[in-house]
């Protein structure tokens, strides 16, 4: 068959869309947990999913030692728990293996069409439906849009001088080469972010040389991760109550923090003196240590935990380089002190694409209005964070300052799910089609939730982050304890949203 007899052939099957009562972007914890909710509801979907697994961040992020920095028994479903967690903070491949676990349970993997890039998504206020375009041509149409893509997910790579002339390999954190052999050669790893330091110590023993390029420092706190013995996770098994304890205890230690990230500067302090006796425990260089240093206040920039990211730092093998890179050349990097570098293997542990994570699907509203447009004028924002004025029917899950910088994204998410499949239930009850915030509830929420964000550790502690969009203003961490937004989305009022069709 030619391409052009292919691509007919596939225009013709793609030719009828696909139509369903709502529509669910992604099989992250967000994706899964909505269609579970759905089910439960008895409201049909589909769920679009660009890659060809299910898993979301625990699908795209192998890179060796990747973990997650909340304790599993706090980082998982309410509704399914897991006994034997081997570690306390999980490895990437036990987090991935829960997913892939909890979407077989409830048979999920039916309802999702893999690689499935949603790429546009318009409103038909007469049909009351979300046409939903993806890469491959499909069209979906749906009552209900729910975006579960998160905002950490389109991996940045700045764009280096002449690093199309680089002769090595290079491959950002979040699309690690399992192809390259990395053993023996010379590796730069580029940032000392969250990715950064679990990847550092994990291959500082395989590498001939470690280049570490360090722009700024992070706060990173002391934390053993030994496997958790066999003697525990039988209690977690046998003992009823017991996982349940756990998270409630591991969840009020972490809102601990949160309180002092918004409420009571002063308890970072500790945090200082914790991360201070971790880089001096490990680093007996005094000008490595100064520079290792962070000058920002703690918590301002996301607090990453580790007890071997500065043995690895300290490992004859490493070197910390602080000099900006001017360039790429086919052999190497040069900083700005005139320095070249030769370097075999590049990992890019640069981060996401985050406040402007938004851009990377276009949505159409009523009357043809680009979401994008508004929310580049006004700046992102929701009401609570899930949906939006003006935008029918329209959802974000882990949506705009509905982030964490201190306890389970996952403790959001199931508020956010509940809140969603309430709206929709509220939408059937009122004999309607459509749902969408009141501009002025929508308002009074962000008015306030920025009054906090404005007093929190993230805009005065004196550190640039992913956190704020270019006017400085915060767009991603939701600005109190979570226990304050479980209230705030645990009953959908109506009186906030005007109902319209039918
Ligand atoms: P990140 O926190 O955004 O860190 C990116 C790093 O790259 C920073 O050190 C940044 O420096 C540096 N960088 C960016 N552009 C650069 C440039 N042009 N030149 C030099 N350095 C540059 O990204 P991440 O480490 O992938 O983590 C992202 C988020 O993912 C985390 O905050 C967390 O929410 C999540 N995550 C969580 C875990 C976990 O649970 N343990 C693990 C990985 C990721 P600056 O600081 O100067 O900007």
């Not at 973990?67 to 006994?83: G, R, T, V």
């Not at 990715?195 to 023993?205: F, T």
């Not at 300290?314 to 070197?319: K, L, Q, S």
């Not at 308002?443 to 006017?471: I, K, P, Q």
């Amino acid at each position: 068959m030619t391409d052009t007899a292919e691509r007919s052939g596939d225009a013709a099957a793609h030719a009828e869309p696909v139509r369903t009562r709502a529509l669910i972007i992604g099989t992250g914890f967000s994706g899964l947990g909505m269609a579970i909710a759905l089910q439960r509801q008895g409201v049909d979907f589909v769920i679009l999913e660009k890659a060809d697994d299910i898993g979301g961040t625990w699908r795209d992020n192998t890179y060796p030692g990747c973990a997650c920095d909340i304790p599993s028994h706090m980082y998982s479903f309410s509704f399914e728990p897991k006994a034997d967690w081997q570690h306390m903070w999980s490895l990437q491949p036990e987090i991935f293996d829960y997913l892939r676990g909890v979407a077989d349970k409830y048979g999920l993997r039916r309802y999702v069409r893999f690689g499935a890039r949603v790429e546009h998504a318009r409103w038909d206020e007469g049909e009351s439906m979300w046409h939903v375009h993806t890469a491959d041509g499909d069209e979906y149409l749906a009552q209900f849009l729910i975006s579960g893509a998160g905002a950490l997910h389109v991996p940045l790579t700045p764009e280096f001088e002449g690093l199309e002339d680089f002769g090595g390999v290079a491959f950002h954190s979040a699309r690690w080469n399992h192809d390259v052999d990395i053993t023996r050669k010379r590796v730069a790893v580029i940032g000392t972010g969250a990715s950064a330091i679990q990847l550092v110590p994990a291959i500082v023993d395989e590498v001939a040389e470690l280049q570490v390029y360090q722009r700024t420092p992070p706060w990173v706190m002391p934390r053993p991760n030994n496997a958790l013995p066999q003697w525990l996770r039988r209690v977690f098994t046998d003992v009823p109550g017991t996982r349940a304890l756990a998270r409630l205890a591991i969840y009020w230690a972490h809102e601990v923090v949160g309180f002092g990230m918004t409420k009571q500067p002063g308890l970072l302090r500790v945090g200082r003196l914790l991360g201070q006796w971790n880089i001096r425990r490990s680093v007996k260089d005094r000008a490595l240590r100064r520079a290792l240093t962070p000058s920002y206040r703690t918590g301002c920039k996301r607090i990453l935990n580790s007890d071997i990211y500065y043995p690895a730092i300290a490992n004859p093998r490493t070197e910390v380089i602080t000099d900006r890179i001017v360039r790429f050349t086919a052999d190497g990097i040069v900083t700005e002190d005139g320095r070249e570098r030769p370097v075999d293997v590049v990992v890019f542990a640069t981060g996401f694409h985050v406040t402007d994570s938004y851009t990377y699907v276009r949505i159409t509203g009523p009357d043809g209005e680009e979401l994008v447009d508004r929310w580049t004028r006004e700046g992102v924002q929701a009401h609570r964070g899930i949906a939006v004025a003006g935008m029918p029917n329209l959802f974000f899950l882990l949506g705009p300052n509905t982030g964490l910088g201190h306890n389970s994204v996952v403790f959001m998410i199931e508020s956010q799910i509940r809140y969603v499949a309430q709206a929709i239930a509220a939408v059937d009850d009122a004999g309607v089609t459509a749902i969408s915030p009141r501009r002025s509830a929508q308002d009074d929420f962000n008015r306030d939730l920025h009054a906090d964000l404005d007093r929190a550790v993230w805009s005065t502690g004196g550190c640039r982050s992913y956190y704020m969009d270019e006017h400085g203003r915060n767009r991603i961490l939701w600005g109190g304890m979570t226990w304050q937004y479980w209230l705030a989305t645990r009953r959908l009022r109506r009186s906030e949203f005007t109902f319209s069709g039918r």
